[in-house]
């Protein structure tokens, strides 16, 4: 298939070829304003809607766009997007406004006149160069009601004088009328003035010179036209033109001259191509040629609030301005773009049209109409009242057919002939090598029409295919594809006869190239798929769908496209958001949707139609009527206008500050003001346009917005550093942009300026020196407390040394005594248990004495009475055995070693058994226990006991033991 569209480049060459001559050709036509078919785009401004007065005296427009007006109370400024009002009170009931620079916007009117001047901020500020106050004596002041621009000088026009102010010198020379001026004019640095009854004057230096045959004229002059070296054209309130030439003053023979004399002629202005406009009292507005041949008539009928026209202005895009009797109106009289709408629902929404000599058809939801093209302001007119929604208008070999809800007629002589009865007469389509076979695509299939008798025939229907057939086409191959745009697409293959569906396959969104939205169209002949996923070819031998590269380039960057047309070099398109159409330049393509601003969204979608009604006219439906359009050699020759920015605002919580917009260096802003708000104004864009605009800002986002149509945008929370505004716009071509650059910088706070930095920078360094100077001083003193602490670590050092000695010292007496304790309780056990056997011993040897003694007295033999003798004696040998007391000794000593000592240095005079008496006590044993050890009776012992008491000289309230045991 691709290279299909590399064998198809000769015939677009060739193609393109011709329409640079049909360009060519029709450069001559398209300069002359054409209204056949529908209106100009028409903007009425009321004081209702802009909340501002609007009798309107004058009006003057600067370089840039924005509009100037002479009100009864004010100046006002638009700029596309904001009224603004400039009233001084007693010095702005103005009639005249004239713009010549930026500082120096001429204002005349009731008292005075001055200039207004632009400042930085994009304001205006008054200067008042003369002013009348009333006063008792002179209680009228002087109305100032025309400004001109002539050689270098101002001149401000009053009903007595003419005031001449020279900007240079600041002076002001006066001229002073005869009877009275009526009208001040300029044309061609010529300046003109009409003195009542005497007649025309033209001024040079200040002095005022007769234009001749015009003295004593009676005519009410409206405007005074160089029409060549030597002639001037006169316009007058109610006498039409008059030309005066060689001393002669003669009406010109125009025809226009009876049509504007009886509707008052208020403003003439000179227009493009040596045309003019004449603002009328009581019918609108005419363009006329410069030979007086009306061009165009626009009035109420068109759209224009108010038939009453106080003054008519040219602006920068050949737009005109009118300031009525009710406000102000907009007219794009030269636009390519003209509306036919149904404002008063009369003929509805229209799916198609068709021109037919100057008979203009409409197929609409309320049926077919027509109107005559020729008849500039006629409305259209229903044919048929039986005939519902009208889908389709086409002249099929000579004759033209018709589609509707109702089936297929033949429309003659303005009246429709019933051909067929289906439901829904969607498309038309021939066979491509039968001639007389006609395929019409209906709601539920296709049917096939023959031609016979030079009349269409109803043929038949396909049995095996029922689908809606809304977009039909015939491929290279002769089957017929339809298009469903939420199921797919559909393959029919014909029979040879073309009267029978010999196959039918279905690609579905199942397939990987197909989605919803689908639909077809021819370019260059070749049949072309599209959908959300692209275009594609059909490549027959693989039954699958391709790429198509060439119509992907054509249509670049845009989505889910639900209309593609082509006439030729031009590519008609729309999305459910645009609608526009591709020029194609060979391999350059330029896309134009601006002229289609005012029905985004108002247009059918994919039910829309594009109709080529002439040689550079087309024509679309909309829902509430038709637009047509056309393509010229002017096409593309699209303005460049940048953004202009009309105020920025940096907004803090406590204060705004308005920043200049004029400047070349970079602007400083204090931190607090971090809120930019900026109003944007489009003022040399037509208001048919969509004025978009893109804008970013460099150092916050380097991203390009979307396209907006917002006369405000915001910035909150900006940083600290540099930043640049950016504001670009584009025309009807695309590609082509204008940009605006607006630097700023956002200072940082005080703390952390560039002053603050230097003084932190130094107080660093003066910190630093003195903290290292510090730190030096510290850092001695510290070696001098290091050594102290060394020298006093060593000697706790030391001191914990010898207290660690002293503890293991002290723990080693402990244990020594700990030992010795356990030594002494060892002794004192040995010597408890030693003391306590001798007792028990002592008492078992006493109770065998006894025992003996007893069996002695009771034995009869008395020869064992020696033997039991002698056993008791050595028993009480042993009671008395020294021995016993010397071990005694021994371990009493062991445990009291210093007792028997003590006790002899207190108490020297004892005797032996009163020591061992002692040593008993000592151990606190009673009287029997120490009777027993002493083998002595227990009475013996009490009267030892008395006896030591006495002694020791103890009282009766002492205790001997406890006294014997502190020895």
Not at 672 to 677: D, G, Q, T, Y
Request: with cysteine; aromatic share 14%.
């Amino acid at each position: 298939m691709e290279n299909n569209i590399l064998f198809k480049h000769f015939k677009r060459t060739k193609l393109f070829l011709l329409s640079i001559l049909f360009l060519f050709f029709f450069k001559n036509t398209h300069s002359q304003i054409n209204d056949q078919f529908g209106n100009p785009f028409i903007k009425n401004f009321s004081k209702k809607q802009v909340k501002i007065d609007l009798r309107t005296f004058d009006i003057s427009q600067n370089k840039n766009g924005e509009m100037y007006f002479a009100t009864s109370g004010s100046l006002l400024e638009f700029d596309g997007f904001r009224w603004v009002n400039y009233s001084l009170k007693e010095e702005t009931d103005l009639r005249s406004v004239l713009y010549a620079d930026d500082q120096h916007i001429y204002t005349s009117g009731h008292g005075g006149f001055g200039y207004w001047s632009k400042n930085k901020k994009g304001i205006l500020d008054y200067s008042s160069l003369f002013f009348k106050h009333p006063s008792k004596t002179a209680p009228l002041l002087p109305v100032f009601s025309n400004i001109v621009a002539v050689d270098g000088k101002i001149l401000f026009q009053s009903f007595q004088q003419i005031h001449s102010y020279n900007p240079l010198t600041k002076k002001i020379n006066i001229i002073t009328a005869t009877k009275g001026f009526s009208a001040l004019f300029s044309s061609n640095n010529r300046a003109f003035v009409q003195d009542v009854s005497i007649g025309l004057f033209e001024i040079i230096n200040s002095e005022q010179r007769i234009i001749k045959g015009t003295e004593d004229t009676s005519l009410d002059i409206i405007e005074v036209f160089e029409e060549d070296k030597k002639g001037l054209l006169i316009a007058t309130k109610n006498n039409g033109f008059w030309h005066a030439k060689d001393g002669i003053l003669r009406k010109k023979e125009w025809k226009i001259n009876k049509e504007v004399e009886n509707y008052i002629i208020t403003d003439v202005k000179k227009y493009t191509e040596g045309n003019f406009i004449v603002g009328t009292l009581r019918n609108g507005f005419y363009i006329i040629s410069k030979d007086g041949k009306k061009v165009a008539h626009f009035n109420k009928n068109n759209g224009i609030e108010n038939n009453a026209i106080r003054n008519v202005f040219k602006d920068n895009n050949n737009n005109i301005w009118l300031a009525t009797e009710s406000g102000i109106s907009y007219a794009e009289v030269k636009s390519e773009t003209k509306y036919l709408l149904d404002t008063k629902s009369n003929f509805g929404t229209v799916y198609t049209s068709f021109l037919n000599d100057s008979i203009l058809y409409l197929g609409t939801n309320q049926g077919l109409f027509y109107k005559n093209i020729n008849k500039a302001n006629s409305e259209p007119k229903l044919i048929d009242q039986s005939a519902e929604q009208i889908w389709e208008i086409d002249k099929i070999d000579n004759q033209i057919l018709v589609g509707s809800n109702k089936g297929i007629s033949l429309l003659e002589n303005n009246s429709l002939k019933t051909i067929h009865v289906e439901g829904g007469g969607w498309v038309f389509k021939t066979h491509p090598k039968i001639n007389n076979l006609l395929y019409v695509g209906f709601y539920s299939g296709i049917a096939v029409f023959q031609k016979k008798n030079k009349q269409w025939k109803f043929l038949k229907k396909f049995d095996d295919f029922g689908e809606s057939s809304r977009f039909i086409e015939f491929d290279q191959y002769g089957q017929i594809w339809v298009a469903h745009p939420s199921k797919g697409y559909y393959r029919l293959r014909l029979s040879q006869n073309g009267l029978t569906i010999n196959e039918v396959e279905f690609y579905g969104v199942e397939n990987s190239n197909i989605e919803a939205y689908a639909y077809i169209c021819k370019i260059d002949g070749n049949l072309v798929f599209y959908n959300p996923k692209g275009f594609f070819y059909y490549d027959a031998i693989d039954n699958s769908f391709s790429k198509a590269k060439y119509p992907s380039e054509i249509f670049k960057g845009l989505k889910n496209i639900n209309y593609v047309h082509q006439n030729e070099n031009v590519f008609w398109y729309a999305t459910a958001n645009f609608l526009g159409y591709i020029l194609r330049d060979g391999n350059d393509f330029q896309k134009y949707q601006e002229p289609f601003f005012t029905v985004w969204d108002k247009h059918l979608k994919d039910f829309n139609k594009v109709e080529k009604i002439n040689n550079a006219n087309y024509a679309i439906g909309i829902d509430n009527g038709i637009v047509f359009h056309s393509i010229s050699a002017k096409t593309g020759a699209s303005l460049k206008n940048a953004p202009t920015v009309k105020l920025m605002e940096f907004i803090s919580s406590t204060d705004t500050i308005n920043a200049p917009i004029d400047i070349n260096n970079e602007l400083k802003v204090p931190h607090n003001n971090n809120f930019l708000k900026i109003k944007v104004a489009l003022p040399n864009v037509p208001l048919s346009n969509s004025r978009q605009y893109q804008y970013r800002l460099n150092g916050l986002d380097n991203e390009w917005s979307s396209w907006v149509f917002e006369p405000e945008i915001k910035f909150p929370g900006l940083t600290s550093g540099s930043y640049v505004l950016e504001l670009r716009t584009k025309r009807e071509v695309d590609s082509e942009f204008k940009m605006v650059e607006i630097p700023f910088y956002m200072e940082y706070p005080w703390y952390i300026n560039n002053t603050a930095k230097t003084i932190y920078l130094v107080s660093f360094l003066l910190f630093f020196i003195g903290y290292r100077t510090y730190l030096k001083k510290k850092n001695e003193k510290y070696v001098i407390r290091l050594k102290q602490l060394e020298k006093q670590k060593r000697v706790r050092q030391k001191e914990r040394f010898e207290l660690q000695k002293m503890a293991a010292d002290k723990e080693l007496f402990i244990l020594k005594e700990e030992n010795l304790n356990l030594e002494i309780k060892k002794k004192n056990s040995a010597l408890a248990s030693s003391t306590l056997n001798n007792i028990k011993k002592n008492e078992l040897l006493t109770d065998l004495i006894n025992d003996l003694k007893k069996i002695d007295k009771e034995i009869v033999n008395s020869a064992l009475h020696y033997s039991l003798k002698k056993v008791i004696k050595k028993i009480n040998n042993q009671l008395i055995d020294k021995e016993d007391w010397l071990s005694f000794q021994l371990h009493f000593r062991n445990s009291h070693s210093q007792f028997f000592q003590n006790l002899r240095e207190a108490h020297p005079d004892l005797s032996s058994n009163e020591i061992k008496l002692c040593a008993y006590l000592k151990l606190n044993l009673s009287s029997k226990e120490i009777a027993s050890l002493m083998n002595v009776a227990i009475r013996s012992i009490e009267q030892s006991r008395y006896r030591l008491r006495k002694k020791f000289n103890l009282g009766k309230d002492v205790n001997l033991v406890n006294y014997i045991q502190k020895i």
